[in-house]
């Protein structure tokens, strides 16, 4: 299972980044995939999640409103939008899937938010 993020960087309170998630070594499409965040000096959380079809998306209620989760399962990749980005919103983002009781993680992205 391999899983990598792209898309973070540097962005003004406001702005807008895309993250993806590329995915391999597993059938994607039959998958819950997450991503979570981990800013400094706390706890990883989870920010949004997606059932493997699509059809069901939720949301920690911090993100409401400004983040999307989505995924192509032709390109077995999962991303996240990200609108009206607030510094509170600065941490490295992570895209999550568990296979058989075990997590599988990918590097992360740094998302930083900042005038």
């Known amino acids: 299972v391999q899983l990598v993020e792209s898309g973070g960087g540097f962005v003004q309170p406001g702005g807008s980044l895309r993250l993806s998630c590329a995915a391999s070594?597993?059938?994607?499409?039959?998958?819950?995939m997450r991503w979570y965040r981990q800013a400094p000096g706390k706890e990883r959380e989870a920010v949004a999640i997606i059932l493997s079809d699509g059809s069901i998306t939720t949301y920690v209620d911090s993100v409401k409103g400004r983040f999307t989760i989505s995924r192509d399962n032709a390109k077995s990749t999962v991303y996240l939008q990200m609108n009206s980005l607030k510094p509170e919103d600065t941490a490295v983002y992570y895209c999550?899937?568990?296979?058989?009781?075990?997590?599988?993680w990918g590097q992360g992205t740094q998302v930083t938010v900042s005038s």
């Open positions: 999550n899937t568990r296979l058989d009781g075990r997590d599988y």
């Open positions: 070594g597993f059938t994607f499409k039959s998958y819950i």
